[in-house]
């Protein structure tokens, strides 16, 4: 399995940024997808979420009202839509998939059986 993250890159704050997962070697249409994102010397940290089924989305509080996060099952993929960005959204930004993630655990990094590599994000001021 395989997860595959794209789209990082040099933004100036207050632009925008599309990130894409593409996921092989399994589906996750019936599991939970995520986006996390660590930056220099902090710990990993939840950015936001999408579950199956009717695709509920959850967000970090500070990311909320900023970014979007979308689902192609057909594709096996998910989006991570940046708008608006600010210097502190700075970090390397990784995708992730569980299958048994629920509420409680979807911001804890363990809870995810798979990762992509990370896609770095720079949003310069």
């Known amino acids: 399995v395989q997860l595959q993250a794209s789209g990082g890159g040099l933004v100036q704050a207050g632009g925008s940024l599309r990130l894409s997962c593409a996921a092989s070697?399994?589906?996750?249409?019936?599991?939970?997808m995520g986006w996390f994102r660590q930056a220099p010397g902090k710990e990993r940290e939840f950015v936001a979420a999408i579950f199956r089924g009717g695709g509920s989305t959850y967000f970090a509080d500070a990311v909320k009202g900023r970014f979007a996060i979308s689902r192609d099952s057909a594709k096996n993929s998910v989006f991570l839509q940046m708008n608006s960005l600010k210097p502190e959204d700075t970090a390397v930004y990784y995708c992730?998939?569980?299958?048994?993630?629920?509420?409680?655990?979807?911001?804890?990094?363990?809870?995810?059986?798979?990762w992509g590599q990370g896609t770095q994000v720079t949003v310069s001021s």
């Open positions: 070697g399994r589906t996750f249409s019936n599991g939970v």
């Open positions: 992730a998939a569980g299958m048994s993630i629920i509420l409680s655990s979807m911001k804890v990094p363990r809870a995810y059986d798979y």
